[in-house]
């Protein structure tokens, strides 16, 4: 499994967020706290925008608190919308490839969880995949094929419809397979300006998620605290585990929601699989 934060707001050093916090998500990559393992060393993505109509990654293979290339880069790119993962492999091999975040155009993705018994499955969720869209996939990763089926199902129009859509037919899929909760998921998705969470599991227990809470509320009951002061009042993270321990900073997303946020503004709704 993996840890990762989508963060958008005024524009930051990723380095204040994938550094500088208690909880880093650096340090989550090494003692994760709420995660499936402990540590997320099978190496690292860092998505951003800046003055491109796509975004910039830069991944590698290596740990992320081994890279010192990260550091460099996360000190010097400012950006109003960041994705950052680290992983911990559930098969798919480490590679360049396998990292996230996944791009296609303006999008960006990125998946903590897996699909369970994915040998079992592979074949017949990639043959669903959009003939146009298929030869792009770089990797082995289920990650990828998940991006890639939501992608043939309209991302890039309606997210919600289409990953609930790609989530019902890798469930479907594998029931016909014998293969019983498929499906683990928190997966955070973005064009750029507005970001998209999930939190599902076909079981019912997915994986930690948390978005931070109102950033003029949290300056008035932590005046001292520094980081704040940097932040603008619509600036918003989701997160797999909390950056800090900062009392009321952050909220638990509910398991089965999807959390909209844009422009400073976050709305949940109930996410449920639909069958395609």
């Known amino acids: 499994m993996c840890r990762w934060l989508a963060y958008s707001g005024s524009p930051i050093l ?13 340090v989550q990559s090494k003692h994760s706290q709420m995660g499936a393992e402990s540590v997320n060393g099978d190496g690292f993505g860092l998505g951003w925008y800046g003055a491109r109509g796509t975004p910039g990654r830069y991944r590698s293979t290596e740990p992320a608190w081994n890279d010192l290339n990260l550091r460099e880069i996360s000190a010097q790119a400012p950006s109003g919308l960041i994705f950052a993962h680290v992983r911990a492999t559930s098969g798919s091999p ?41 030869p792009q996939i770089a990797g082995s990763a289920d990650s990828e094929l998940f991006f ?24 479907e899929t594998a029931a016909r397979r014998g293969v019983e909760n ?50 603008s009042p619509d600036s918003r993270i989701v997160v797999s585990e909390p950056l800090s321990d900062l009392a009321g900073a952050w909220r638990e997303i509910p398991q089965s929601t999807c959390v909209v946020v844009r422009a400073g503004r976050e709305e949940e709704r109930e996410f449920r699989p639909t069958r395609p």
């Open 14 to 26: 990723p380095e204040d967020l994938l550094f500088e916090p208690v909880n880093s998500l650096v």
């Open 94 to 134: 480490v590679q360049q490839t396998n990292c996230h975040p996944f791009r296609h155009g303006r999008w960006l993705w990125m998946h903590n969880g897996g699909i369970a018994d994915f040998a079992a499955v592979k074949r017949d969720l990639t043959l669903a995949v959009d003939p146009a869209l298929f």
């Open 148 to 171: 890639y089926l939501a992608l043939t199902f309209g991302l890039e129009e309606d997210p919600p419809a289409a990953v609930a859509r790609a989530a019902g037919l890798i469930e």
């Open 182 to 231: 498929p499906l683990q998921m928190t997966v955070a998705t973005t064009d750029g300006e507005t970001t998209w969470a999930f939190r599902y599991a076909s079981d019912g227990n997915a994986r930690s998620l948390f978005h931070s809470t109102d950033v003029d509320t949290l300056r008035h009951q932590h005046p001292d605290h520094p980081v704040l002061h940097d932040l």
